[in-house]
């Protein structure tokens, strides 16, 4: 299999759909010899701010010296930024010839009557058997939606050193549930008997069926509270604040990010209970080293062109309050591109105030992306200077004609097309040079 075969076959298992269920992926693992036996894990879950949390916590397993697997998705400019070691892509050598060996189980799988595996099935499988091949120490894994039947939820309990979760909120509530609490429960299912968890502060809905699962499955609970940090001083360039003395430097914009860092530095600070060699300096320089793609991201400035992933109604929430926190009194000029199956009203009624224009996209090449004439006319209840772009290089040009240099551009809203939105970007830059 080449890489062109390779893109070819994951198109064809996007079109699979997300099957939620564990017995398609435990035969899958079972074929491919259950790598996920050797490993050893930290699972994340939550709606908001998994990636964030995986990448503090990844640079400071990193920093003290640890071979560290990182599970992500969605990516942002390619396929193989989900599975990394070390922060290092998956080789296209290595993609192929495990997807290769992939694909002959599944084939096996279908002539002996079980489902074919979706696309996250076979995705999670690979990861698990590039961090065994690359004797990974731990593997830092973002639970997918959700948590109970989520593909990556087949960890033995012995293999999990550590459930950690970021923001739960409302998204995907065709698979997970209409209610808040519903959903914590979905995503309390990664929760394993006796297992150690951490979670941020939640709203009262998910703390308590958090509190209620740990006291089921005799695990122990920690929450990471705000009050931990003081001497806080925001910024876009960077943010500093002292965590129980020690003085933190995070490069991530936005200042919902103090939660993401601080609930990392609690993970931290339980797995160095657990005996991992974790000391000060390392969670320092992890901190201070980490970048995540996509987040409240500063791609160029005079004017600002921000790019921030906010593709839900919790994160268009904390967008809204960081564009009001940095950018008050400043020109904003958006674009926005969602997905259809997205509350993609809620978020277009959250953030309009703030906008002095509004460009309307869709996303390049994906089956659920919203038409922008669409989306205009959803954002023109909100604001009345819309404008549907035919393309992402129109809606670019179009935000810098509307823009002067003390201004700000955000794109925000699906992952899926910020990757080509800054490769648009960078070739403006390479113009310039």
């Given at each position: 299999?080449?890489?062109k075969e390779a893109m070819e076959y994951i198109a064809y298992l996007n079109t699979l759909g997300s099957k939620p269920g564990l017995t398609v992926?435990?035969?899958?693992?079972?074929?491919?010899?259950?790598?996920?036996?050797?490993?050893?894990?930290?699972?994340?879950?939550?709606?908001?701010?998994k990636g964030s949390v995986s990448a503090f916590l990844s640079n400071i397993l990193m920093a003290a010296g640890y071979r560290v697997g990182r599970y992500n998705s969605p990516t942002i400019r390619t396929y193989r930024e989900r599975i990394c070691v070390n922060q290092t892509m998956i080789s296209k050598k290595a993609l192929c010839r495990l997807l290769m060996q992939i694909k002959t189980y599944c084939d096996e799988m279908v002539a002996d009557g079980f489902a074919h595996p979706t696309s996250f099935e076979v995705e999670t499988v690979l990861g698990f058997l590039y961090y065994k091949e690359k004797n990974c120490d731990m593997v830092v894994l973002e639970a997918g939606m959700g948590g109970r039947l989520d593909?990556?939820?087949?960890?033995?309990?012995?293999?999990?050193?550590?459930?950690?979760?970021?923001?739960?909120?409302?998204?995907?509530?065709?698979?997970l549930g209409d209610s808040l609490e519903q959903i914590a429960k979905e995503k309390a299912g990664i929760i394993t008997q006796g297992c150690s968890v951490v979670t941020m502060e939640q709203r009262e809905p998910v703390m308590e069926v958090l509190k209620e699962v740990c006291l089921e499955k005799q695990a122990t609970l920690t929450v990471s509270e705000p009050e931990t940090a003081s001497s806080i001083r925001y910024g876009l360039e960077k943010q500093t604040f002292l965590y129980r003395n020690l003085p933190v430097t995070i490069h991530l914009a936005g200042n919902y990010q103090i939660a993401n860092a601080l609930l990392a530095l609690q993970a931290a600070e339980i797995l160095r209970q657990k005996g991992c060699r974790i000391t000060d300096r390392a969670i320092l320089k992890g901190m201070e080293q980490t970048r995540w793609h996509g987040r409240f991201e500063i791609l160029s400035k005079q004017p600002y062109f921000i790019v921030?992933?906010?593709h839900n109604e919790d994160a268009a929430r904390k967008l809204a309050q960081t564009v009001q926190f940095y950018f008050t009194n400043k020109k904003i000029i958006y674009i926005m591109g969602v997905l259809r199956d997205k509350e993609y009203e809620k978020i277009a009624e959250i953030m309009s105030p703030f906008a002095d224009s509004i460009i309307t996209v869709r996303t390049p090449d994906n089956p659920r992306a919203l038409p922008a004439l669409a989306l205009a006319e959803t954002v023109a209840k909100y604001h009345n200077r819309v404008t549907a772009a035919d393309s992402l290089e129109e809606a670019v040009e179009m935000s810098y004609l509307l823009a002067d240099k003390d201004s700000v551009i955000l794109a925000f809203g699906s992952l899926s097309y910020l990757g080509q939105i800054m490769d648009i970007i960078d070739k403006m830059k390479t113009k310039k040079a």
């Open positions: 299999m080449n890489e992926i435990r035969e899958l693992l079972r074929r491919a010899g259950d790598p996920q036996k050797e490993l050893l894990f930290i699972h994340i879950a939550g709606t908001n701010g593909a990556t939820n087949v960890i033995p309990d012995a293999q999990k050193l550590l459930a950690v979760f970021a923001s739960v909120s409302m998204d995907h509530m065709a698979f921030d992933g906010a």
